[in-house]
């Protein structure tokens, strides 16, 4: 008897999986070797120079199949629901176009894992658009494909979630596209990061409660009292 595998579901966690341990892999190599700052770095600029960046290269270009397999297995996935169960009838071509969506973010990230920001700094960012920004509407539709399918194809539960994600990843971008735009504005384009920053040293001020200032202060006193009849003997003597 002939046993099949089904790997299909392992697309999208090694999808997961992979995407944050690059990102790891390759921070905690760039800041060994010295080429970022350990203090909030871009992630592409861990990824933006030798031997890390070939890391990074190669991963992302693993990372962008995987997500494409898994945007066209979902299409597949939901146009095989769509002809055999009575859904919603725009559900096809939402289908399509976030499939559409979802190879485009693909690709982005494929153009980001490429084309450093050191580098090609133009193309980085292109494919940064296209795998965040059009990542994020392919998000936003597969939510809304979820409230077509729910409950027959996918729980209530897993609706909720994926709009939750949705809005998570549109609140990031937007943070990131706010903060960005006005520090470029406040610093006119200049490069004032964390990275330009040292510490020399630690200065300790302690703050004292009354007794213990009445009580040095009074010792300070005596000791004052006593070097001057010291001094003043001296004087007398000769």
């Given at each position: 008897?002939?046993?099949?595998w089904?790997?299909?579901?392992?697309f999208?966690?090694?999808?997961?999986?992979?995407?944050?341990?690059?990102f790891f892999?390759?921070y905690?190599w760039s800041v060994?070797l010295?080429?970022?700052?350990?203090?909030?770095?871009?992630?592409s600029?861990?990824?933006?120079?030798?031997p890390?960046?070939n890391?990074?290269?190669?991963?992302?270009?693993?990372i962008?199949?995987?997500?494409?397999?898994?945007?066209?297995?979902?299409?597949?996935?939901?146009l095989?629901?769509?002809n055999?169960?009575?859904?919603?009838?725009?559900?096809?071509?939402?289908?399509r176009?976030?499939?559409?969506?979802?190879?485009?973010?693909?690709?982005?990230?494929?153009?980001?894992g490429?084309?450093?920001?050191?580098?090609?700094?133009?193309v980085?960012?292109?494919g940064?658009v296209?795998?965040?920004?059009?990542?994020?509407?392919?998000q936003?539709?597969?939510?809304?494909m979820?409230?077509c399918?729910?409950p027959?194809?996918n729980?209530?539960g897993?609706m909720?979630?994926?709009?939750?994600?949705?809005?998570?990843?549109?609140?990031?971008?937007?943070t990131?596209v706010?903060?960005?735009?006005?520090?470029?504005?406040?610093n006119q384009?200049?490069?004032?990061?964390?990275?330009?920053?040292s510490?020399h040293?630690?200065?300790?001020?302690?703050d004292?409660?009354r007794?213990?200032?009445r009580?040095?202060?009074?010792a300070?006193?005596?000791?004052?009292?006593?070097a001057?009849?010291s001094?003043?003997?001296?004087?007398t003597?000769?």
């Open positions: 008897m002939a046993v099949t089904n790997i299909m579901p392992l999208p966690l090694l999808s997961a999986l992979l995407m944050p341990l690059t892999i390759t905690a060994a010295g080429h970022v700052e350990p203090v909030f770095p871009y992630i600029s861990t990824g933006a120079y030798p890390e960046s890391f990074f290269s190669f991963m992302l270009d693993i962008s199949v995987l997500m494409a397999v898994t945007v066209w297995a979902r299409h597949k996935q939901v095989g629901h769509y055999q169960t009575l859904v919603c009838k725009d559900l096809e071509k939402t289908s176009i976030a499939t559409l969506f979802g190879l485009s973010s693909a690709f982005g990230l494929f153009l980001v490429n084309f450093q920001s050191s580098t090609i700094t133009t980085h960012l292109i940064a296209l795998a965040f920004g059009l990542g994020t509407v392919y936003w539709l597969q939510s809304w979820s409230v399918l729910s027959h194809v729980s209530r897993v909720v979630v994926r709009f939750i994600c949705s809005a998570m990843a549109t609140l990031l971008i937007i990131t706010v903060f960005s735009v006005l520090h470029d504005v406040a384009g200049k490069e004032v990061e964390f990275k330009r920053m510490f040293g630690v200065k300790m001020h302690y004292r409660d007794r213990q200032v009580e040095i202060d009074g300070r006193s005596t000791e004052a009292i006593v001057s009849s001094r003043s003997q001296e004087s003597a000769l």
